[in-house]
């Protein structure tokens, strides 16, 4: 029998194995206080998940207030819901709210990268489906340790299969992300992924247990030991050196199953039979128990005896931990229940009562005849610990920063140059990501309007307006490294301007801020400036923060991960057909470049590849510029200006400019910037823009940037695309497009062992 509360009454001495669930001597004192007892050992098991720190955000809680700080209005609507829901949701006119929301997956992955990632996917998925949207669209960031590393070879084809083989089988495009390699990585990769919904606004729900006899249906997948403590422990504790050793606590997905899911709860939706939802993620049943009840107005009493089980010899600790997929909980009256059941039913997805809503205050939950569980659920879900943990610059980022470098000895000659270009655009952070993107499907569903490899991703909402919105999601982490605040800052401009080039205008932001321990002082001061950095560049970008994830203990032993505070954007455009691609895509064509020129190297890809440097400041920031350069992109989008727009960031003009030409084949021929030549060509200042349009449309465009206070100068033109196309650089150099075509292309294939 399991340990009761009549038990945990009459042995109030009994030993327990609080340390070993990974909770503090003080936080297992305070259970203690709260219930006036000892827990049992149920009980102790849902403490223990729910304030791990994947769950329970202790670490971070304090920190997170100020994003509540920033106005919660749009540029174009409100937000109809935000932080503390499972997702955010905004208003993006006529009828229709997007919900996005990006999340993390990260330890798991590393453990088993195919399931681990799979189930990154699925998870965050049935998050935007609480909401009661259609899941639309995925998106994945991800991190791994260096391209040539034994143990990449292991974790990125996995994790890619995961993540591709989940969300190929929903039917869900992947219309973006990111892939970045850095020695701080191996052994903590990081697997984040997005998803964004559709919805009218009167088809909100969320995630509460009210009215008193209402019934609690568990639905989906059966309760399995696969997943047990799962990411709530897996993603609340660092690594030791050593390899994987916690494969058992990684959950096994089925998309399948989830595809019925989807579909079953979205007709549940339709039918009007749903009073309350709340999906099955990190913390399994402990979670969507508590927090239903916690955000009711009145008790839960769970029967954990009704709970479908794949395996009958789990103890009811280990059901109430187990983080088994493909799982949701619905609040339904009485009367509608019969409809619920038979819906459930059509779509072949198991569905059971497991419990009622009560009109007391505490979450009760029996199994085998006793009460095994009996807490006030704010304590579980909302009112867990919260540590102010202190923090401190870190001892020698004052000699980091004083290595700029822009002192580091650059190419002599043109013909240097030419042979630096191209072993850039092969290095493993620029290079073509092909190989990935190549086994997710991109179009499905029929509303992908840009995918990878455009700046964002694209998705039509509305066939007969054109209203649709895109995405992206970015983060530079070695300038993160260099200055978390302006890191974070750079991060959100980045995102924003890669939005604004397909011509959507930006308008609200997730985040998925991953980060080492938070128990060491100096990462806990990168978290602390990242989110000042965000909420500074948010406030005087006006793009509310919609939601987020918080990912600590990234670390492998000593060894923190770079601070990755990615930022996802979401913008809306009126009509998808006004959007604008990146790649050249007619000869003839004039080539701009907007925004200002510097000499600025610290952080960059050049300084990695041909000097191992990292030092520094990152470049500067003007958002005020930034809004400017957006008006300008969205404008000319809208006006038809445009052939072509493409975000300058990692790899600078020089890779802007191959990957413009390689998008479609055409050559170009530019005069570079009157800056000294390495830096024209690699810098990594903020704010530009690359541009091709046709000449009649120079005057118009160059009033536009002069009303907006816009730096635009003509760089060239494009050329002839074929066989003999070129990328020229006057005076410095010209190289065929086949050879910059073969370094861009080889480099992950032949690190993965596909190629001769």
Request: hydrophobic share 40%; glycine share 12%.
């Amino acid at each position: 029998m399991a340990d009761t509360v009549l038990d945990a009454q009459q042995n109030p001495d009994a030993e327990q194995p609080w340390a070993e669930l990974g909770l503090k001597p003080d936080e297992y004192q305070r259970i203690r206080s709260i219930l006036d007892r000892r827990p049992t050992a149920c009980e102790l098991a849902m403490y223990s998940v729910m304030w791990s720190e994947h769950c329970s955000y202790k670490s971070s809680k304090v920190h997170l207030k100020k994003f509540g700080e920033l106005p919660q209005e749009t540029r174009i609507g409100s937000m109809l819901a935000g932080i503390g829901e499972n997702a955010g949701v905004i208003d993006i006119g006529q009828g229709y709210a997007v919900t996005f929301k990006a999340e993390s997956h990260n330890h798991p992955s590393y453990v088993e990268p195919y399931q681990g990632a799979a189930t990154g996917v699925g998870g965050i998925v049935r998050d935007i489906l609480a909401m009661g949207a259609r899941p639309i669209g995925v998106m994945d960031p991800l991190r791994f340790g260096p391209l040539d590393a034994p143990d990449t070879a292991r974790v990125l084809p996995g994790v890619v299969a995961g993540v591709g083989g989940y969300g190929n089988s929903l039917g869900l495009p992947n219309i973006g992300g990111e892939v970045v390699f850095d020695k701080t990585y191996a052994g903590n990769p990081l697997v984040n992924a997005l998803c964004v919904g559709v919805l009218r606004h009167e088809d909100l729900h969320l995630a509460h247990a009210s009215g008193v006899g209402n019934k609690v249906i568990l639905y989906g997948a059966a309760t399995g030991g696969d997943g047990i403590g799962g990411v709530s422990v897996l993603a609340s504790e660092t690594f030791a050196d050593g390899g994987p050793s916690k494969r058992p606590s990684v959950q096994v997905g089925d998309p399948f199953t989830e595809k019925l899911l989807i579909e079953c709860t979205l007709e549940l939706f339709a039918a009007g039979v749903v009073h309350g939802i709340q999906d099955l993620g990190g913390a399994g049943l402990s979670c969507a128990t508590s927090e239903l009840a916690s955000a009711g107005d009145g008790g839960m009493h769970v029967d954990l005896d009704l709970v479908p089980l794949r395996d009958s010899t789990l103890s009811p600790e280990e059901i109430l931990m187990s983080e088994s997929q493909e799982r949701m909980m619905a609040v339904v009256e009485p009367s509608k229940v019969e409809e619920f059941l038979t819906i459930c039913a059509k779509w072949e997805v198991q569905a059971t009562v497991v419990g009622e809503v009560t009109d007391g205050d505490h979450l009760v939950i029996d199994w085998h005849g006793e009460t095994v569980v009996d807490v006030p659920p704010r304590t579980v879900a909302h009112e867990g610990p919260v540590y102010d943990r202190p923090y401190a610059r870190p001892a020698g980022l004052d000699a980091v920063q004083a290595r700029g470098a822009e002192s580091l000895p650059r190419a002599r000659s043109g013909a240097e140059l030419a042979e630096q270009l191209l072993i850039m655009v092969g290095s493993p952070n620029l290079c073509d990501k092909s190989w990935i993107t190549d086994q997710y499907d991109r179009y499905v569903r029929g509303d992908s309007v840009l995918a990878q490899p455009e700046d964002a991703g694209m998705l039509r909402i509305d066939e007969e307006s054109g209203l649709g919105v895109a995405i992206a999601t970015d983060c530079n982490s070695r300038f993160a490294f260099l200055d978390p605040y302006e890191g974070a800052r750079l991060a959100l401009a980045e995102a924003y301007r890669n939005v604004a080039v397909t011509g959507a205008r930006p308008v609200a932001i997730t985040d998925c801020l991953n980060f080492g321990s938070p128990e060491e002082p100096a990462v806990m001061w990168q978290f602390v400036e990242a989110i000042r950095g965000l909420v500074d560049g948010c406030r005087e970008l006006g793009t509310p923060v919609t939601g987020g994830n918080v990912s600590f203990y990234n670390q492998t032993g000593t060894t923190p991960i770079l601070p990755t505070p990615v930022v996802g954007v979401l913008g809306v455009i009126e009509d998808v057909a006004k959007r604008t691609p990146a790649g050249f895509a007619a000869e003839g064509a004039v080539v701009w470049l907007l925004g200002d020129n510097r000499e600025e190297l610290s952080g960059s890809v050049w300084a990695d590849v041909f000097h191992d440097h990292l030092g520094g400041r990152p470049p500067a920031l003007d958002l005020d510029h930034e809004q400017r350069l957006a008006e300008v992109l969205i404008t000319a989008g809208a006006e038809g200006l445009l052939t072509s727009a493409h975000d300058l960031a990692d790899g600078g003009l020089g890779q802007a400019l191959v990957e413009s030409s390689l998008r479609k084949g055409f050559g170009v021929s530019v005069e570079l910037p009157s800056i000294e030549p390495t830096a024209a060509l690699f810098g990594e200042s903020a704010g530009r823009v690359l541009l091709s349009l046709c000449a009649e449309h120079q005057d118009r465009l160059g009033a536009l940037c002069a009303e907006h206070g816009i730096r635009a100068q003509r760089l060239g033109t494009v050329t002839s695309g074929g066989p003999g196309a070129t990328l020229e650089v006057q005076g410095q150099f010209t190289v065929p497009l086949s050879d910059l075509r073969t370094a861009w292309t080889r480099t992950i294939p032949a690190a993965l062992g596909l190629t001769a």
